[in-house]
């Protein structure tokens, strides 16, 4: 099993930037991929960014692609989400969540992963 704990959320002016991250301990070597997940008051959780930790393969939702950056440091088992440009509808709550299935198929869907995080809320003001 391993335990994921995400840092990094707070308050910033719509513009700025933020850098989450997902401190990862356990049994990290069973799991393929690391993705990043936000849920905003009132709406369904949502994918934002996905890594293959196997491959070091991307892959953003259209709403952030270009603003956002998915990262890993192998050394600190930390999996980083840079956020640039944010706007006001970036605020939401912000999960880390890994999977073991090394299949791609469904890694933008938040039921085939198996671990997730306690989340870090994350508030772009306008």
């Known amino acids: 099993q391993v335990q994921l704990v995400e840092s990094g959320g707070g308050l910033v002016q719509a513009g700025g930037s933020l850098r989450l991250s997902c401190a990862a301990s356990?049994?990290?070597?069973?799991?393929?991929?690391v993705g990043w997940f936000r849920q905003a008051p009132g709406k369904e959780r949502e994918f934002v960014a996905v890594?293959?930790?196997?491959?070091?393969?991307?892959y953003y939702a259209d709403a952030v692609k270009g603003r956002f950056t998915i990262s890993r440091d192998n050394a600190k088992n930390t999996v980083y989400l840079q956020m640039n440009d944010l706007k006001p509808e970036d605020t939401a709550v912000y999960y880390c969540?890994?999977?073991?299935?090394?299949?791609?198929?469904?890694?933008?869907?938040?039921?085939?992963?198996?671990?997730w995080g306690q989340g870090t809320q994350v508030t772009v003001s306008s």
């Open positions: 969540a890994a999977r073991t299935g090394s299949s791609p198929f469904g890694v933008i869907t938040g039921a085939s992963y198996d671990t």
């Open positions: 356990g049994r990290t070597l069973s799991y393929y991929y």
């Open positions: 890594l293959s930790l196997s491959g070091g393969v991307t």
